[in-house]
């Protein structure tokens, strides 16, 4: 899958490696930003409350 | 948001605002607030069982070292009537259904009230949600809001900046 996308990236080495990187950047803030808290509220709510 | 949580033991600058309420996202994960009231119980010093909800890890974890309370500890509950000083009792742990803990007198719905009482919910074991661990403690004193803060925290609030 890496493969893949390393081949796919047009450019010089030096440049696939810094298009590669600012993908990731943009992945994880992605993840951070929606993905994340999207997550902690549905997946794994801390009740700390008693009721039914 | 109606009122401040004051606990010497959590911290010398522990002070947390309380609202009604214990609704997840607008209270409980809200960082600026964090301790919610459950609204169908009473109000800080009033007969019955003024009971409130906070986590005790993550978003701020206002009752983080709940289980560190020891028999004694003042609580203070501000308000805009005064300072209401509550004295610690103790622990017990609950299912998370346990609502009776909620009851005018906790665990004894069919009872009417006589004392004033705090009750403080949480989840137990820390990182999990299997259980509760409720905190109980009871009016022990109460400030008129014209006399100024209790001596013992009034540094606290000061420091707080209210």
Redesign the interface.
């Known amino acids: 899958m890496y493969a893949l996308l390393w081949r796919t990236i047009p450019g010089p080495v030096w440049a696939r490696i810094i298009i590669v990187v600012v993908l990731a950047a943009l992945v994880m803030a992605a993840l951070v930003e929606w993905v994340f808290p999207w997550a902690a509220?549905t997946l794994l709510?801390?009740?700390?409350?008693?009721?039914? | 948001m109606f009122g401040t949580l004051v606990v010497p033991r959590f911290g010398d600058d522990y002070v947390r605002p309380i609202a009604g309420g214990v609704d997840l996202s607008t209270v409980l994960n809200n960082r600026q607030i964090g301790i919610g009231h459950y609204s169908e119980t009473q109000m800080p010093g009033a007969l019955g069982n003024f009971a409130i909800a906070a986590h005790r890890t993550t978003h701020g974890a206002p009752f983080s070292q709940i289980a560190e309370l020891r028999i004694g500890d003042r609580l203070y509950v501000e308000t805009s009537d005064g300072w209401y000083e509550y004295a610690f009792r103790g622990l017990e742990y609950v299912w998370p259904t346990g609502v009776d803990v909620l009851a005018p007198v906790p665990q004894a719905p069919q009872l009417e009230a006589t004392d004033r009482v705090m009750t403080l919910t949480s989840c137990n074991p820390r990182f999990s949600a299997a259980e509760r661990i409720i905190a109980y403690a009871v009016l022990d004193n109460w400030y008129p809001r014209a006399d100024g803060p209790p001596s013992a925290i009034a540094s606290i609030t000061q420091a707080s900046g209210r």
Not at chain 1, 45 to 52: A, D, I, K, L, R
């Open positions: 509220e709510p801390q009740e700390s409350t008693v009721g039914g």
